[in-house]
Nanobody, 120 residues
Framework: QVQLVESGGGLVQPGGSLRLSCVVS????????MGWYRQAPGKERELVAD???????NYADSVKGRFTISRDNAKNAVYLQMNSLKPEDTAVYYC??????????????WGQGTRVTVSS
């Protein structure tokens, strides 16, 4: 089985920063991409940022210029540096990975989420 463990969430004031971490473990042949999603109560889950195995990144318009996604392939980890946080960034943030379980078998896995609250 594969598990993703997120950490780094918490309470921060507007304009502050947080760094989220996600570590993947389990039966993985190769990770293809990793990303961060978020979901606020009453809203749909949305993509925040993702990163490919080649290092290409993609960001939601709402976080461009404020958030930075990175990965450490040796550690099977992905990070999300969040700066200039706004109250509208408040949500549960979920780590996601697309990976090869074995040849011809690509799968997705999700973490259980870490809560980020931006409030004064």
């Amino acid at each position: 089985q594969v598990q993703l463990v997120e950490s780094g969430g918490g309470l921060v004031q507007p304009g502050g920063s947080l760094r989220l971490s996600c570590v993947v473990s389990g039966s993985i042949l190769r990770i293809n991409a990793m990303g961060w999603y978020r979901q606020a109560p009453g809203k749909e889950r949305e993509l925040v940022a993702d990163i490919t195995n080649g290092g290409s990144t993609n960001y939601a318009d709402s976080v461009k210029g404020r958030f930075t996604i990175s990965r450490d392939n040796a550690k099977n980890a992905v990070y999300l540096q969040m700066n200039s946080l706004k109250p509208e960034d408040t949500a549960v943030y979920y780590c996601n990975t697309n990976y090869w379980y074995q040849r011809g078998d690509a799968r997705d896995a999700w973490g259980q989420g870490t809560r980020v609250t931006v409030s004064s």
